[in-house]
Nanobody, 120 residues
Framework: QVQLVESGGGLVQPGGSLRLSCAAS????????MGWYRQAPGNQRELVAS???????NDAASVKGRLTITRDNAKKTVVLLRNSLKPQDTAVYYC??????????????WGQGTLVTLSS
């Protein structure tokens, strides 16, 4: 059973920061890109940031300069650090990973989502 398990999120004050982490588990051969998406009420799911196995990043323009994304290939984890949060950052944040299996086989996997709410 392959899973992406997220942790972090919750209630954050505007201007504050948060840490989201995601761990992949299961019989995974390797992981290509890992990243975070978010979906605000009434909006489509959108990319926040992603990072390749080699460390190349793709940050959304709307959050560029207000985040750090890192991954640990050995531990199969990805961490998103956000700062200077704004009310419009309220959303459900989803971990995403392209998982490679022997076969070969690729699966685009999603976590269950974690809610981040900005409120004073």
């Amino acid at each position: 059973q392959v899973q992406l398990v997220e942790s972090g999120g919750g209630l954050v004050q505007p201007g504050g920061s948060l840490r989201l982490s995601c761990a992949a588990s299961g019989s995974i051969f390797s992981i290509n890109a890992m990243g975070w998406y978010r979906q605000a009420p009434g909006n489509q799911r959108e990319l926040v940031a992603s990072i390749t196995r080699g460390g190349s990043r793709n940050d959304a323009a709307s959050v560029k300069g207000r985040l750090t994304i890192t991954r640990d290939n050995a531990k199969k984890t990805v961490v998103l650090l956000r700062n200077s949060l704004k009310p419009q950052d309220t959303a459900v944040y989803y971990c995403n990973a392209e998982l490679a299996f022997l076969g070969p086989k690729l699966i685009n996997a999603w976590g269950q989502g974690t809610l981040v709410t900005l409120s004073s």
